[in-house]
């Protein structure tokens, strides 16, 4: 059974910093690509970034987003700096089990697996 686990989600201050993990089970992620999405309240889904051979980051993210394997532990991780309350909600990994993070990436339908999610709140 394919599943997704999210974890690390917490309260942060704005300009911190907050290390997100997805570990996967009932598959080897090694050769897929690996998205992060996040979801405010009244919000619709957003792309985050995308990790495979080629990487993709939200426009709003890039060069403060992360996103890093370690594939001994089938786990995937997205480092998170200078967070802004803007940065908050439920963040989400999810696979569709292909090589490559293509330029539709952020296109949450395309996504087969998912994982349950895990709160991400940046607050003074």
């Known amino acids: 059974q394919v599943q997704l686990v999210e974890s690390g989600g917490d309260l942060v201050q704005p300009g911190g910093s907050l290390t997100l993990s997805c570990v996967a089970s009932g598959f080897d992620l090694t050769p897929y690509a690996i998205a992060w999405f996040r979801q405010a309240p009244g919000k619709e889904r957003e792309g985050v970034g995308c990790?495979?051979?080629?990487?993709w980051y939200s426009p709003s993210v890039k060069d403060r987003f992360v996103i890093s394997r370690f594939p001994l532990k089938n786990t995937v991780y997205l480092q998170m700096n200078l967070l802004s309350p803007e940065d908050s909600g439920v963040y989400y990994c999810?696979?569709?089990?292909?090589?490559?993070?293509?330029?539709?990436?952020?296109?949450?339908?395309?996504?087969?697996?998912w994982g349950q999610g895990t709160q991400v709140t940046v607050s003074s």
């Open positions: 999810a696979t569709d089990r292909r090589a490559s993070c293509t330029r539709e990436w952020a296109k949450a339908t395309r996504y087969e697996y």
């Open positions: 990790h495979s051979n080629i990487e």
